[in-house]
């Protein structure tokens, strides 16, 4: 068994079998050497050049037509062992127009350092092969979302109704595989799936050791094995130990989910803060957890949050009343607060949002953090209060005024407007409230349209103008 730290990451780029490909009739790809099986297609990219393996950084399909390519035996085992250090996984000839037939050294070179080799029909060109790739790769990358939408309402609520047990069971599924839960003496506390042989289990130990890693990897025959320490409060670390035929970026994603909430629900009890401020920030970070937050939330059915962000102003700052409170990653603190509690206490300058329900947290986080930047510019606290106001920054909004009314105001006629425009257009009212003459405001209204070139009868036009006159600097 072969083992290592893991590789990899949620948000790694989506990848296609290389399989996939050359079992493609219409994109030409036929195999001359080299294995082909597990080896995966993260992008296509077209080279002339005569080391481009140093360009590389690994899982590329490669094209070339052999321009200036190498002609010596040892030029071209130069050129192919770097693209299999590199980790290309694999290379494209085209044998048109430089050459007639792929060169018999460079198939010897690919077989001897294990890297496929394809040939491309004179039929289909490299660029089409790359479009088609594209398409391949964005579907890849929608179906791992549509997967990890379904899998982190599974995990929730199972972790909901069933606690660490139905996690680790659901894990299995989700994974196609088994997953299996250790106590802090090694011992199985829950498990789903076929049973792991004794050597598939021991990857668990290298986790559970008091300096070991957080997390390791191995592969045991075609199974990869994903090991991850949850430390929390107790006796000592426990572990999960998940295997699967492969796990892709989506599949990282449902497993780092499935440990987060592991992690939460041995850590605590269903009712300490530590829960609930964990699982309030999976919310915040996408995962849909609103079905266990409900249970161990002490507030009443149909309360609204709001999610603020925060920075400290001096070192005497109010405190915010809530244990649902962490660091923030660009500095500063993310809170999490019922509606009825205060949301901008002294001492503090904060981007707040506006109440919503539990299942979109993740929304009002976003938008906190945008008013939060935007109240470091205008050194003010940004509240989300629903009005149009809050959605603009102040900045924009002036900038937008300014340039929507400046001939309007060159030319003297904002009192008008904003006379005209608060009457809703009514001419006597208009001229009552500026003392003048009905056809006075009538031909200065035709000038403020001819000024703008926009058409004042028009119901989004005068919006746009009522609103820029509210945002005009005096």
Request: one cysteine or more; proline letters at 6%.
């Amino acid at each position: 068994m072969k083992t290592g730290e893991p590789t990899g990451a949620a948000g790694e780029m989506p990848t296609v079998a290389l399989g996939d490909l050359v079992g493609r009739a219409d994109l030409g790809l036929s195999v001359l050497v080299g294995p082909i099986e597990g080896r995966r297609v993260r992008w296509v990219h077209v080279s002339e050049l005569r080391d481009p393996g140093r360009y590389l950084v690994g899982n590329e399909l490669l094209f070339t037509a052999g321009v200036d390519f190498p002609s010596t035996a040892q030029e071209i085992d130069v050129y192919v062992r770097r693209l299999a250090e590199a980790g290309a996984a694999a290379l494209g000839f085209g044998v048109t127009p430089v050459h007639d037939t792929v060169p018999p050294l460079l198939i010897s070179a690919c077989e001897r350092h294990g890297l496929p080799l394809l040939l491309v029909s004179i039929d289909v060109t490299f660029l089409r092969i790359g479009q088609e790739v594209s398409l391949m790769l964005a579907e890849v990358e929608r179906e791992g979302v549509r997967k990890l939408s379904t899998a982190q309402a599974a995990l929730t609520t199972a972790a909901a109704s069933e606690g660490p047990t139905a996690v680790v069971r659901r894990l299995a599924r989700l994974l196609k595989g088994w997953a299996v839960l250790f106590d802090p003496l090694g011992r199985r506390v829950a498990s789903g799936g076929d049973a792991p042989s004794d050597d598939e289990l021991r990857l668990a130990d290298r986790v559970r050791a008091p300096k070991g890693p957080l997390a390791a990897t191995a592969h045991h025959g075609s199974r990869q094995l994903v090991a991850h320490a949850l430390r929390g409060a107790g006796s000592g670390p426990r572990s999960v130990l998940v295997a699967g035929d492969s796990f892709q970026a989506a599949d990282r994603a449902v497993l780092s989910v499935g440990v987060a909430l592991l992690s939460l629900l041995i850590a605590s009890n269903r009712s300490s803060p530590e829960l609930t401020a964990g699982l309030l920030g999976l919310a915040v970070d996408g995962v849909d957890s609103a079905s266990l937050l409900e249970k161990v939330l002490d507030a009443p059915t149909g309360t609204q949050w709001r999610v603020v962000r925060a920075r400290r102003l001096h070192k005497s700052a109010t405190a915010f009343d809530t244990p649902l409170l962490a660091p923030a990653d660009a500095g500063g603190i993310l809170v999490v607060l019922p509606e009825d509690r205060p949301f901008e206490p002294k001492g503090w300058l904060v981007g707040a949002s506006g109440p919503v329900p539990l299942g979109e947290l993740r929304s009002a986080a976003v938008r906190a953090e945008r008013l939060l930047a935007e109240a470091v510019v205008e050194c003010r606290s940004r509240i989300d209060d629903s009005t149009v106001d809050s959605l603009v920054s102040s900045v924009d909004a002036r900038s937008f005024a300014v340039r929507s009314l400046s001939p309007v105001v060159e030319a003297g006629l904002r009192d008008t407007l904003h006379a005209w425009l608060a009457h809703h257009g009514g001419w006597d009212a208009a001229a009552d409230a500026l003392g003048v003459h009905r056809n006075t405001v009538r031909h200065r209204v035709t000038r403020i349209g001819e000024l703008l070139g926009r058409d004042l009868a028009d119901p989004d036009t005068r919006a746009e103008l009522w609103l820029a006159l509210r945002w005009l600097p005096d």
